[in-house]
């Protein structure tokens, strides 16, 4: 399977200021409103879920009534089982202690993460989105990345994305996304991530990505950034996408500035908010 780039968190962003759908609030509108719904259905499904495990009067008779030898290859087997949890919970504790990554913090004027060393406030006239509208919010890439990708590969992106934060204007003509990749190819850099990048904006079908420049790079908060400038077009608009790129470790940061011709001045009154954890 090809390695996907940071796409969801690019059509989000895309979104947000108005190039490929609805505006922003009114789409949060909608997700909050989804999303008390979706939590709804589930406390129904998982009622139903505990009523189909209790055992019958019948089963319960029936399973009183096996002989001791029966009880005892019961017994065996519990213990077996145990045995196996255990087992696979320390390999995946072990699992996690080989990777030392944590999400950052999303604060009420901005965003720290201890392990990328950087610390974002939000300007005036920029907002922060707390948890639960970040979490609504990229639940609507998915149906945007079903115009450009497969099922598969879809839930390959769910797989190593996780969303940073997202701060964004109320005029909804500018916001900046984080996010950060975790990367299932060893020995990757800062220039082949933003490679990969650029070849996978090339790709998309909708909307047309065009890389303006992959030449620079940048210092923030004293670490070496890689720039993307990107020109994205969709249906007589355009919006500028500045991409800032690092890896560490085995993860990849990915901040990406969305704005237009007016907003160019509170794009890098965004990027000016980055500045040493």
């Not at 944590?102 to 006239?125: F, K, M, Q």
């Not at 769910?158 to 003509?173: N, P, Q």
Request: charge should be negative; include cysteine.
């Amino acid at each position: 399977m090809k390695k996907r780039v940071c796409i969801a968190v690019i059509l989000v962003a895309l979104l947000l200021t108005g190039c490929a759908g609805n505006p922003a609030i009114e789409i949060l509108e909608q997700l909050t409103q989804s999303s008390s719904q979706d939590r709804e259905d589930m406390a129904v499904e998982e009622d139903k879920a505990e009523e189909s495990q209790e055992p019958s009067r019948e089963q319960k008779g029936a399973g009183e009534s096996h002989s001791g030898k029966a009880n005892i290859t019961t017994k065996d087997s519990d213990s077996k089982n145990q045995k196996e949890s255990i087992e696979a919970e320390e390999a995946e504790s072990q699992e996690e202690d080989t990777d030392s990554y944590v999400r950052g913090t999303i604060t009420e004027d901005g965003w720290e993460s201890e392990y990328w060393n950087l610390r974002y406030t939000a300007p005036e006239g920029v907002f922060m989105l707390n948890e639960e509208g970040l979490d609504a919010v990229m639940g609507i890439s998915q149906e945007m990345v079903t115009e450009n990708y497969t099922e598969q590969q879809k839930k390959y992106l769910d797989l190593i994305t996780l969303y940073e934060m997202m701060s964004l204007s109320t005029t909804e003509d500018v916001n900046v996304v984080v996010s950060a990749e975790k990367l299932m190819m060893a020995g990757m850099t800062t220039e082949d991530y933003k490679n990969a990048a650029g070849f996978q904006l090339r790709l998309l079908e909708e909307p047309v990505m065009e890389i303006v420049d992959d030449s620079k790079t940048t210092e923030i908060a004293g670490e070496t950034y890689s720039i993307l400038n990107v020109l994205a077009k969709q249906d007589g608009e355009q919006k500028y996408q500045d991409y800032y790129v690092r890896v560490s470790g085995n993860r990849a940061l990915c901040i990406i500035i969305t704005y237009t011709d007016d907003t160019a001045d509170k794009a890098t009154e965004i990027l000016e908010g980055f500045a040493a954890y």
